[in-house]
């Protein structure tokens, strides 16, 4: 039997699994992500997150996506992570390192919000716009320690992200295939958008998306350094700093506990 807490940020949900007050399952990780994940016959999620002791910090988070691929790096499941040390007691600062695949990342408490120091991006020079067909866009790459797209259109609304998103999540200019996010300008303070996640497919939110697209509004002159980004779950809030770090804020929820038969 296995034990596992549903916790989501903004709507962007994860199965959590305790390596810490118990030992984690042992044999095929992608296959028990895939089952647990899955929306009609697991228990549904985005992604399955370890809880482990690091070694290059004292916490050490890894996530699986559904399909049973893992990530380096998720940012709503790194909020979900420190709630989940601060609500059981195994952390008590307000602030304190996780391990991820992207490196030792600092996240802090305040309030009922979670915030992540995610860490420097990285850009091509000057951050030119890709081309990417069939679909005549345009859209910027970015790495948050996980590959993104950002592409801006007039109403990501009318987006057909169903049939976009695969597409270009697998296109041949990315190897390691990408996450892509359609995004509406609404002003200097605020945009609004919608993400195809690699390896999940549509979700509520993405966190390192969401710091990708403040990343490309600011750099482009879209937007400010500071911005609220409204997804479908809810809303992000990026601060882009001069040192090329990304700062993300936002609530976290607990859903349920329960016991998964093994």
């Known amino acids: 039997m296995i034990n596992f807490t549903k916790m989501h940020g903004i709507g962007n949900d994860f199965v959590i699994l305790d ?40 916490w050490r988070m890894r996530m699986l996506n559904p399909d049973g691929s893992e990530s380096e790096m998720c940012g709503n499941g790194l909020r979900c992570f420190a709630r989940y040390l601060l609500d059981l007691g195994y952390e008590k600062a307000a602030e304190f390192p996780v391990e991820t695949g992207a490196g030792v990342l600092v996240v802090s ?45 007039p109403d990501v609304a009318a987006v057909p992200l169903a049939t976009w998103g695969p597409e270009l999540e697998n296109h041949v200019a990315f190897p390691e295939r990408t996450n892509v996010h359609f995004v509406q300008v609404l002003d200097r303070g605020n945009v609004r958008m919608r993400t195809w996640e690699r390896g999940a497919g549509i979700t509520l939110a993405c966190g ?8 490309v509004s600011s750099l482009t002159g879209k937007s400010e350094p500071e911005l609220r980004i409204q997804l479908p779950g809810g809303e992000l809030f990026i601060e882009v700093r001069p040192d090329q770090h990304v700062m993300m804020s936002g609530p976290t929820a607990t859903v349920f506990s329960g016991v998964w038969p093994s």
Do not use: W
Not at 208 to 215: I, L, P, R, Y
């Open 19 to 58: 390596g810490i007050g118990s030992e984690l399952p042992t044999g095929n990780l992608a296959e028990l992500s895939q089952q647990m994940c899955s929306r009609h016959r697991g228990i549904g999620a985005d992604g399955l997150i370890l809880v482990e002791r690091g070694k290059n910090a004292p």
């Open 208 to 215: 390192t998306g969401a710091c990708s697209v403040g990343v």
């Open 109 to 153: 408490s305040s309030k009922d919000k979670i915030k992540v120091d995610m860490g420097r991006y990285s850009v091509p020079p000057k951050s030119t716009p890709t081309p990417i067909l069939p679909y005549g866009l345009y859209g910027f790459p970015v790495s948050m320690g996980n590959p993104h797209l950002v592409i801006f259109v």
